[in-house]
């Protein structure tokens, strides 16, 4: 089995990524994995410190088959940087894992992502695997096919990045002329649609929103986990594009997570409906009240 590369992008949080770093080499394949950094430059000067900080601790990493550094010498934004890597390193290996520093790996997470890149690889109708579940519902089966692709511990592979299409406004279109705008947003539980237009106007930069509606525009799938393999601690108010709070924690599942096919090659229908009741229970106008109640009382005022 040829074993993915490990794409990891950084900016400005050095404790993220010794945890993100220290957890990736708790995984037996680490030793025989390369891991491409990118690196962003800092937006303003008082981000520069801690840029600086994440460059330096980078270089002085070790136990990877090879490692290969990406330092922009200007600010590119998380999604400029995301599209230009993925672009640039899945033409050139045919697949890729896809982390962020502030996400925590399982130990077993390369083994499950390459098994899952390696079995999948000729499904064409499989484009994107997600190693995060944060619903935590129980009936979820340990891999499950769904049209949605979750950005927290990813891969793709070359022949599905071609289907990535970064104009949010054709996307945007073809949803709602081809009236899937309410599945799209689970029975309109929450507002990915919505996402989509604030990334057209310039609210937010997200290439997530874009690769989630471009798949599924072309009618394909993910498959998913039930077990998790991925934590995100980024969620402490600390990233760009993170708030705070723990709506989508997530429990780290510590054991092998075998790929075994899923035949037919079809969406999970009750898998949609867990995620639909997960939304409706925490994007409720109640919920998010009661949500933002709790940290005020906190002294927590972030987003």
């Known amino acids: 089995m040829t074993l993915a590369p490990i794409l990891l992008f950084v900016y400005n949080r050095p404790l993220h990524v010794r945890r993100s770093i220290e957890s990736l080499l708790a995984n037996e394949l680490a030793k025989e994995s390369e891991l491409y950094i990118f690196s962003d430059a800092a937006k303003d000067e008082t981000a520069q410190p801690n840029v600086n900080e994440v460059r330096q601790f980078i270089h002085s990493i070790k136990g990877f088959k090879e490692i290969h550094y990406v330092e922009r010498t200007e600010n590119w934004g998380l999604a400029r940087n995301i599209i230009d890597g993925v672009t640039t390193l899945v033409n050139q290996y045919g697949r890729v894992i896809v982390l962020e520093d502030d996400l925590i790996v399982a130990p077993y997470f390369l083994q499950f992502m390459n098994d899952a890149l390696e079995t999948y690889k000729d499904e064409d109708n499989v484009c994107h695997i997600q190693a995060c579940d944060f619903t935590k519902d129980p009936i979820l089966p340990d891999t499950f096919l769904i049209k949605w692709t979750g950005s927290w511990g990813w891969a793709t592979w070359k022949r599905a990045w071609k289907l990535f299409n970064p104009n949010g406004q054709e996307l945007l279109d073809e949803l709602i002329r081809r009236?899937?705008?309410?599945?799209?947003?689970?029975?309109?539980?929450?507002?990915?649609?919505?996402?989509?237009?604030?990334?057209?106007?310039?609210?937010?930069?997200?290439?997530?929103?874009?690769?989630?509606?471009?798949?599924?525009?072309?009618?394909?799938?993910?498959?998913?986990?039930?077990?998790?393999?991925?934590?995100?601690?980024?969620?402490?108010?600390?990233?760009?594009?993170?708030?705070?709070?723990?709506?989508?924690?997530?429990?780290?599942?510590?054991?092998?997570?075998?790929?075994?096919?899923?035949?037919?090659?079809?969406?999970?229908?009750?898998a949609r409906q867990a995620f639909s009741n997960y939304y409706a229970r925490t994007n409720s106008f109640f919920a998010k009240a009661i949500r933002r109640i709790k940290r005020t009382l906190k002294g927590d005022f972030g987003r």
């Open 179 to 270: 009236k899937l705008t309410y599945r799209f947003d689970f029975n309109g539980k929450y507002g990915y649609t919505r996402m989509l237009r604030n990334q057209i106007k310039g609210k937010n930069n997200s290439w997530a929103i874009r690769w989630n509606a471009s798949l599924f525009l072309a009618d394909k799938l993910s498959l998913n986990v039930g077990k998790s393999l991925i934590q995100n601690e980024g969620f402490d108010g600390s990233g760009t594009n993170c708030g705070s709070g723990n709506l989508y924690d997530s429990d780290l599942w510590m054991k092998p997570l075998p790929v075994v096919k899923i035949q037919p090659i079809v969406e999970n229908e009750a």
